[in-house]
């Protein structure tokens, strides 16, 4: 089963707000630590956020207090709420289920798809 992205509006204005989910197959879903994370051109890939198994939920310091990740394992999905968007957002965004350390910054992301761009123009 392929995963699938569902697109919910893909460029926005500085300031706006966009949301992003992935439903992904009973295979590829892990419910202990799944995240989001981003990779813009000529720059490096961005873990922005991990929620683990219990419903904690990490983000890196760029998006904190913007972004907002949830799930529902009922039905292998996972979200991302994104607010206050800025230029420096632009970029593609990947769903991905997260081994090892389920941190943004000691996890291995293993996405689930090819990814959908976020575009926020000033």
């Known amino acids: 089963q392929v995963p699938l992205v569902e697109l919910v509006g893909g460029s926005v204005q500085t300031g706006g707000s966009l949301s992003r989910s992935c439903t992904a197959s009973?295979?590829?879903?892990?419910?202990?630590?799944v995240g989001w994370y981003r990779h813009a051109p000529a720059k490096e890939r961005e873990a922005v956020a991990v929620?683990?198994?219990?419903?904690?939920?990490l983000y890196a310091d760029s998006v904190k207090d913007r972004f907002t990740v949830s799930k529902d394992d009922s039905k292998n999905t996972l979200f991302l709420q994104m607010n206050s968007l800025k230029v420096e957002d632009t970029a593609m965004y990947y769903c991905a289920t997260v081994t090892g350390a389920c941190t943004t910054t000691h996890g291995q992301f293993r996405p689930w798809g090819q990814g959908t761009q976020v575009t926020v123009s000033s």
């Open positions: 009973d295979s590829t879903y892990n419910s202990f630590c």
């Open positions: 929620l683990t198994g219990v419903g904690r939920k």
